[in-house]
């Protein structure tokens, strides 16, 4: 299959423990996304990247969040010093780039289900 | 900053019935795109149906359909012949057509099919 993994599926952790999350995007898609989703809500935009560049960050909910995409295949979320309010399933999703793809229609992995104790 | 308005937390409908579900948006941008998610429980987000609104003709995928009306900023997904599968949270999302990526999600409509 070739769709958007995600891995771990689940993470518990306790306080102040850092995680990081893994994406790994559908293969010929250069962006790649990550979200929030807390229980009832809709998903939060959180950053993306073309190809290895970070072209957005400001949205990263804070200094403790950052991500990465050195070759630009696989992503990794980190959160540092985790606190129980960062609890939330964490979204990817990539997408093709480029003037042939305007829509740069989002798809979606499974998500990595964060418990923070 | 755009915000998107998904007005019906829960809905439930009988098999076979027709459904829809309203999405409403705000935005000064004139280019954009708009789009319908499907989350079935505990599986991943799939998408449903996309909208470019430079396009007057509404999207159409099966027994999936969309109300588009730029003027009004609505965006509203109709679910002919509805089936236990269709089950799950749909979630309204817009993009800019500009360099700007992700996606404004509204909050949800758990969808619930009744046999």
């Known amino acids: 299959d070739t769709g958007v993994s995600q891995d771990p599926r689940h993470k518990i952790t306790k306080r102040g423990q850092n995680v990081t999350f893994r994406c790994d995007p559908i293969s010929e898609h250069n962006r790649l996304y990550w979200y929030r989703q807390t229980l009832g809500q809709g998903p939060e935009f959180l950053t993306y990247f073309q190809n290895e560049a970070q072209l957005e960050k400001s949205r990263l909910l804070s200094d403790r969040f950052s991500a990465e995409r050195p070759k630009g295949s696989f992503s990794t979320l980190e959160i540092q010093r985790t606190e129980q309010g960062d609890s939330a399933m964490y979204l990817c999703?990539?997408?093709?780039?480029?003037?042939?793809?305007?829509?740069?229609?989002?798809?979606f992995g499974p998500g990595t289900r964060l418990t923070v104790l | 900053a755009q915000t998107v308005t998904q007005s019906q937390p829960e809905m439930s409908v009988q098999e076979a019935e027709t459904v829809t579900l309203s999405c409403t948006y705000d935005?000064?941008?004139?280019?954009?795109?708009l789009f319908w998610y499907k989350q079935p429980p505990s599986r991943q987000m799939i998408l449903v149906i996309r909208q470019e609104a430079y396009k007057q003709q509404n999207a159409t995928e099966n027994r999936f359909s969309v109300n588009f009306q730029k003027a009004a900023k609505s965006f509203s997904l109709k679910i002919s012949d509805s089936q236990l599968g269709d089950t799950a949270m749909y979630f309204c999302?817009?993009?800019?057509?500009?360099?700007?990526?992700?996606?404004?999600f509204g909050k949800g409509t758990h969808l619930i099919i009744q046999p």
């Open positions: 935005t000064s941008e004139n280019n954009y795109y």
């Open positions: 999302a817009f993009r800019p057509g500009g360099g700007a990526d992700g996606l404004t």
């Open positions: 999703a990539s997408s093709p780039g480029g003037r042939n793809f305007p829509l740069r229609e989002q798809f």
